[in-house]
C-alpha cells in the first residue's frame, strides 16, 4: 500500500496533469473565458505568477489542437512593454536612456554616498543605499511632491540627508542617461501624450484588472490616463468563499511542519488533480527549513547518494540567493584565492569541493584537508597553502635512488628559458614539471596555473567586462565546475551564473576601472541579490509566501505561521523620509494601523480563494509563548491529529525480511608495536569500546577546527609546560619554602614566557593577548604554589617523564605529569588538571579518568597517595586520596573515601591498587580482543564530545530521545499557558 502510494505520487509529480475541477472558481472563469475576446482584451494581474496561472488554464479548457494565448501580464512587464515599444516609434529625449536594475540602481546609490561630503561617517553604505533605493522607489510610486517631503521633514527638526543625495543621483541619471523602474509608469504617460497615432502601440480596448490588494497613485494615474484615451478599465472579480475556515494550534514550528506536509501529501494521494497551496508569511528566511520538510514527504529518494539532484515535484515559489548554492559557492571561493592572507575554511572548501579539478583526487585531498586543519593556523598565504601540497606529494612519491637529493629535481633536466638566468625560478619550474606527472599532481598544477594568473591580475585594474574574462579564465585554472556530468539543477545554476556574468559586464558605463579585490566584491553582491529559482514540472502543491497567494485559486490552502508575533507584521516605515509625512499618505509599512488594514484585507482574500482554509499557529517559538493571531481568531478551532512520518529509510527496512546479527568484536591486535596512544586508549574503551578501536585501530581522528585564542587542550598544555619548568628549577619543596614572594613572582613570570615562546609564532598572538594570557596563568601558579608550601616536604622525582609498563601483554607508554618521593620514601602521584575531575572518576569498572589509577600501578608498591591538581580558573586545590591526609591540605583519608565520596572503591590503600590494576587489565585485555561494543558509559556525557557520530550512528537514536524531551517541553509550556 505504502509504494502503491510513493508510485502514484511520482507519476503525478513527474507527469503533466490535468488539473480543470468544476469548483465554483473553474466554473466562473470558464463563463469569463467564454465571454473574452482576444484580439482587443488584456488580463493585468500583481505579478507574474498570477498570470501564469490564468494563461496556463485558459490554455488548459481549449479543445482546439491550434489556438491563441490569452493576453495575460503582470502590470509591470506590460508596463515596460509599452515603453520598450516607444523606443523604436518616437523621437522622446529618453527614447535612448539605460533602464537601471534593481543591482545597477544600488551600485549608484552606494556610490552617491561614498563620495557625498554629507554622508555621515560609520554609516552602512551598502544598507543605507537599499534603503534609499527603496525610498526613491516610494517617491515616485506615491507621486510625493518634493516640497512636501522638505517642509515635513523642517518641521521636525530632521536635516533630511536624503534630498542630498537625492539631487546628486538625480543629476548622475541626468548625465549618463540612466533611469529606474520606478519612473516609467509616471513617465510613460507624458511620452504616450506626444504621440499623434496612439494606435500603432497596439493598446487593448480592454482591460481587467485581477487579484490587486492596492493600487500605486502612480499606477491608478496611469490607468486613469488610459481610460482617458478611451481604454475601458474594469476590475475582474470572482464570487468564490470557502466552505471550511479552520484553525490550528501546534505547540511547536517542528510539530506544525509535520503535520502540514503529511496533510498535503495525504491530499494528493487520495486525489492527484488536486489544487493545494501551503502558505508561509516568512517563506524567503524559512526556505531552507520547508523545503527540507517537504523533500522528504515527497522526494524521499532523495536520501541515496548516487541519485542526481533535479527539481523537486513540488513548487516552492521563494528563490535562495545564487550565491548560497554548491556549485557558485565553490566558484566563488575559488576566485576569492587572492589575497595575501586567505582564511583556512576557503581552502578547506575548496580541497573538498567535487567542483574544482578531477574527482579522481578527492580522496587523497580529503587527507590535505586533514594536514590542513592539523596546522592550527586560522590564515595562510597561498604559498605556505601550496608548500603544504607540494610536501605531501613529495612525501608519498617513491624513495628516490640518492640520498639527500630533491626528489623532484634533475641536474640534467633542460631549463625553461624564459627562466635561465634565475636560478631559484628554475628549479621551481621544473620542480612543478616532476609534480605534474604524478599520478595525483591534478590539483597541484591547477594550483600552480591559478598562482601564475593571480600574481598577473592583483594589482591590476579592468573594467567589468574585462574582468569577466579573467574570472573565466581563472575557474578554467582551477577545473571548475569540475570532471563530472552536472545534473539538472546545478545546469540550471550554471546558466543563471553566466545570466549574471552578463548583467556584471553590463557595469562598464556605471563604473570606472576596478581592481581584483572590488571586482570579486561586486560580483558577490551580484550573486547574491540574484535569487535561483528551479524550473519545477507541473505540480498540485504549490508553496507560496502571502502575497503570491492572494488571488491564486485552491480546492485546499493552508496558511503556516500565524501567530500574533508574525501577523499582521511589525511596521518598518523608511528610515529615509519622515515618519510624519509617511503615515500622513499611508504609505507601506508606515503604521502598525495600516499593517493590520492590509493584513485584514489579504486574509480576507485568501478565505476566498480555496474550498478549504486551513490556519496554524504555534504556542511556542524558541523561549517565547505566543497566541493565535486576532486575523484568524474567529475562525473555527479544531483538532488536528496526523500520522507520524515515516522516513523513507523505515519504509525500504521494513518492505524487506531481514536477519538480525550484532558482531560487538572487531580483530584481535597482533602486532603490539603500532598500538600508539597510552592511558587515553584505557580511558577511551571505559568510555565506550567502540570509541577505543575506531580511534586507536581504525585510526579514524576528527578533523580540528580552527578557532580564536587557545582551545581547551592548548591552555591546558600550556599550564603542564610551565608547571614542568618551574619544577626542573624548585626540585623540591624546601627550595619552594626558601623563594621571597618577588623571586617567586621572577621564576613565574620567566617559565610562562618560556612556555609560550611556541604560542608566539601564532597570528593569534599579539601583545594584548600574550600579556592577558601571562597575567591568569600567573594569578593560578601563585595560588597554587602558596598551596603547595602547605604540604609536608618531599621532593620532585619524576615531572613530565615518560613510562612504559605492561597490561595483560598490552605495553602503555605513560607520560607522568608529576611523581614526589616523600620523607619516608613513599610516592604520591599528581595529574594536573585545568577542568573538573572528581575522587569518583577512578572508580568503577569504567573509570572516567585512569591516567591516576594507571600511575599510582606503574609504582604500586611505593606509592601511597594519588590526587588531581586542580588549577581552574576559581578552584585551586588538591583532590585524591592518601594513606596519611596531612600528605597535602584537602587530602581525604582511606577511612572516610566510602562515606563521603564513593562506595565503589576499597577501604585500604592496597586494595585500592589491586583493584585499579584488576579493572584496568580487563579494559587492556578488551582492546586487544578487539571489543567493539557501541556502549557509551552515559550517553550525556559520554557522546557529547566524541567525533564519531557518524561512524557509530548512535546519535540517531539520542537525537530521537533529546527531540522527543524537546517536544515534551514544549507541551507542557503549552499546556501552562
Request: charged share 25%; net charge negative.
Amino acid at each position: 500500500m505504502i509504494l502503491d502510494c510513493l508510485q502514484r505520487l511520482s507519476y503525478c509529480f513527474q507527469n503533466k496533469v490535468n488539473l480543470v475541477l468544476k469548483t465554483p472558481f473553474d466554473e466562473q472563469l470558464i463563463e469569463f473565458f467564454a465571454e473574452f475576446t482576444l484580439d482587443d482584451s488584456l488580463v493585468l494581474t500583481p505579478n507574474k505568477r498570477l498570470s501564469r496561472f490564468f494563461t496556463e488554464r485558459y490554455a488548459s479548457i481549449q479543445t482546439a489542437t491550434a489556438f491563441k494565448s490569452l493576453p495575460c501580464l503582470a502590470i509591470q512587464t506590460w508596463i515596460h512593454q509599452i515603453w520598450s515599444n516607444l523606443e523604436f516609434i518616437d523621437n522622446h529625449p529618453l527614447a535612448t536612456s539605460t533602464i537601471l536594475s534593481n543591482f545597477q540602481e544600488n551600485l549608484l546609490w552606494e556610490k552617491i554616498l561614498t563620495d557625498h561630503p554629507e554622508t555621515p561617517p560609520l554609516i552602512n553604505l551598502r544598507a543605507t543605499a537599499t534603503q534609499a533605493r527603496d525610498a526613491w522607489r516610494l517617491i515616485h510610486e506615491w507621486e510625493l511632491d518634493r516640497q512636501e517631503l522638505t517642509q515635513s521633514a523642517k518641521a521636525i527638526n530632521d536635516p533630511f540627508i536624503f534630498n542630498a543625495w537625492r539631487d546628486e543621483f538625480e543629476k548622475n541619471c541626468k548625465q549618463s542617461q540612466y533611469l529606474t523602474a520606478a519612473e516609467i509608469p509616471g513617465l510613460l504617460a507624458q511620452r504616450i501624450r506626444l504621440m499623434t497615432n496612439v494606435s500603432i502601440l497596439n493598446l487593448p480596448k480592454n482591460i481587467y484588472l485581477y487579484g490587486f490588494d492596492e493600487l500605486t497613485p502612480t499606477i491608478k494615474s496611469l490607468l486613469k490616463f488610459f481610460e482617458l484615451i478611451g481604454i475601458q478599465i474594469s476590475n475582474l472579480e470572482f464570487d468564490v468563499k470557502s466552505h471550511s475556515v479552520q484553525r490550528v494550534e501546534f505547540s511547536n514550528e517542528q510539530e506544525e511542519l509535520a503535520a502540514v506536509t503529511s496533510w498535503a501529501k495525504q491530499k494528493i494521494i487520495e486525489n492527484s488533480n488536486v489544487r493545494i497551496g501551503v502558505v508561509v508569511p516568512d517563506l524567503k528566511a524559512q526556505r531552507s527549513r520547508v523545503e527540507h520538510a517537504f523533500t522528504q514527504e515527497f522526494e524521499p529518494q532523495y536520501i541515496f547518494p548516487d541519485r542526481a539532484q533535479h527539481a523537486t515535484g513540488f513548487n516552492i515559489s521563494a528563490g535562495q540567493p545564487l550565491s548560497q548554492v554548491p556549485i557558485v559557492s565553490a566558484g566563488l571561493t575559488a576566485l576569492g584565492c587572492y589575497a595575501e592572507r586567505i582564511e583556512v575554511f576557503q581552502f578547506s572548501a575548496l580541497l573538498r569541493s567535487p567542483f574544482i579539478g578531477a574527482n579522481k583526487d578527492l580522496a587523497i585531498r580529503a587527507l590535505w584537508d586533514l594536514a590542513l586543519h592539523n596546522l592550527g593556523e586560522l590564515e595562510l598565504s597561498f604559498q605556505q597553502f601550496k608548500t603544504l601540497i607540494s610536501e605531501s606529494l613529495a612525501k608519498h612519491r617513491p624513495h628516490h635512488s640518492r640520498e639527500n637529493e630533491n626528489p623532484f629535481l634533475d641536474d640534467n633536466e633542460q631549463l625553461d628559458p624564459r627562466l635561465r638566468g634565475d636560478e631559484d625560478a628554475a628549479r621551481k619550474s621544473v620542480r612543478e614539471k616532476k609534480i605534474e606527472e604524478n599520478d595525483h599532481s591534478d590539483f597541484y598544477l591547477r594550483l600552480t596555473q591559478y598562482d601564475l594568473l593571480r600574481k598577473q591580475t592583483k594589482n591590476a585594474k579592468h573594467y567589468p567586462s574585462e574582468w569577466v574574462n579573467i574570472f573565466i579564465e581563472t575557474l578554467n585554472a582551477w577545473g571548475w565546475p569540475g570532471d563530472r556530468q552536472l545534473d539538472t539543477l546545478e545546469y540550471q545554476q550554471l546558466q543563471s551564473w553566466q545570466e549574471t556574468l552578463d548583467e556584471f559586464s553590463g557595469l562598464d558605463y556605471l563604473l570606472e576601472k576596478i581592481n581584483y579585490s572590488t571586482a570579486i566584491d561586486l560580483f558577490t553582491l551580484a550573486l547574491q541579490q540574484t535569487d535561483f529559482h528551479a524550473q519545477t514540472t507541473d505540480s498540485p502543491l504549490q508553496i507560496l509566501g502571502l502575497l503570491e497567494a492572494a488571488g491564486l485559486p485552491f480546492d485546499y490552502l493552508w496558511i503556516i505561521g500565524l501567530d500574533d508575533d508574525t501577523w499582521p507584521p511589525v511596521a518598518k516605515p523608511n528610515p529615509l523620509l519622515p515618519l510624519t509625512l509617511q503615515r500622513k499618505l499611508n504609505l507601506p509599512q508606515s503604521s502598525p494601523e495600516r499593517e493590520f488594514h492590509f493584513s485584514k484585507n489579504l486574509t480576507q482574500r485568501l478565505t476566498q480563494s480555496s474550498v478549504t482554509l486551513i490556519a496554524s499557529s504555534v504556542q511556542v517559538k524558541g523561549d517565547k509563548r505566543l497566541s493565535a493571531s486576532p486575523l484568524i481568531n474567529q475562525f473555527t478551532l479544531i483538532n488536528f491529529t496526523h500520522k507520524t512520518q515515516t522516513l523513507f529509510e523505515q519504509l525500504l527496512f521494513q518492505s524487506q525480511t531481514y536477519e538480525t546479527y550484532q558482531d560487538f568484536n572487531g580483530p584481535n591486535v597482533i602486532n603490539l608495536d603500532s598500538i600508539r596512544g597510552g592511558s587515553q586508549i584505557l580511558k577511551s574503551q571505559a568510555t565506550c569500546p567502540f570509541q577505543a578501536f575506531a580511534r586507536y585501530r581504525l585510526h579514524a581522528e576528527e578533523i580540528p577546527i580552527p578557532g580564536i585564542g587557545l582551545s581547551a587542550q592548548e591552555r591546558g598544555n600550556l599550564l603542564h609546560k610551565v608547571m614542568e619548568i618551574i619544577w626542573k628549577e624548585l626540585k623540591n619543596h624546601s627550595r619552594l619554602i626558601e623563594l621571597t614572594s618577588d623571586s617567586l613572582l621572577d621564576l613565574i613570570d620567566q617559565s610562562i614566557s618560556k612556555a609560550l615562546q611556541d604560542i608566539i609564532q601564532k597570528p593569534i598572538a599579539g601583545k594584548r593577548f600574550l600579556a592577558i594570557e601571562k597575567k591568569r596563568l600567573t594569578l593560578q601558579i601563585l595560588e597554587w604554589l602558596q598551596l603547595e608550601k602547605q604540604r609536608q616536604p618531599f621532593k620532585v622525582l619524576f615531572n613530565e617523564s615518560r613510562k612504559t609498563i605492561t597490561l595483560n601483554n598490552m605495553p602503555i607508554h605513560i607520560r607522568y605529569d608529576r611523581v614526589d618521593q616523600l620523607e619516608d620514601g613513599s610516592l604520591f602521584v599528581l595529574d594536573y588538571k585545568t577542568g573538573k575531575a572528581e575522587i569518583n572518576d577512578w572508580a568503577s569498572d569504567r573509570p572516567n579518568e585512569p591516567q591516576v589509577p594507571l600511575y599510582a600501578i606503574a609504582n604500586k608498591e611505593k606509592v601511597s597517595g594519588a590526587a588531581f591538581g586542580l588549577l581552574s580558573e576559581n578552584n585551586i586545590r588538591f583532590n585524591g586520596v592518601a594513606e596519611d591526609k596531612e600528605i597535602a591540605p584537602g587530602l581525604t583519608s582511606i577511612d572516610k573515601l566510602r562515606w563521603e565520596f564513593t562506595d565503589n572503591l576499597p577501604m585500604n590503600w592496597s586494595n585500592i591498587l589491586e583493584h585499579w590494576e584488576n579493572v584496568l587489565s580487563k579494559l587492556a585485555s578488551k582492546f586487544l580482543e578487539g571489543f567493539a561494543k557501541v556502549d557509551p558509559k552515559n550517553p550525556n556525557t559520554s557522546c557529547r564530545y566524541c567525533q564519531l557520530h557518524s561512524l557509530c550512528r548512535i546519535r540517531e537514536q539520542l537525537d530521537l530521545e533529546i527531540e522527543t524531551e524537546a517536544e515534551e517541553l514544549s507541551g507542557n509550556l503549552a499546556n501552562a499557558k
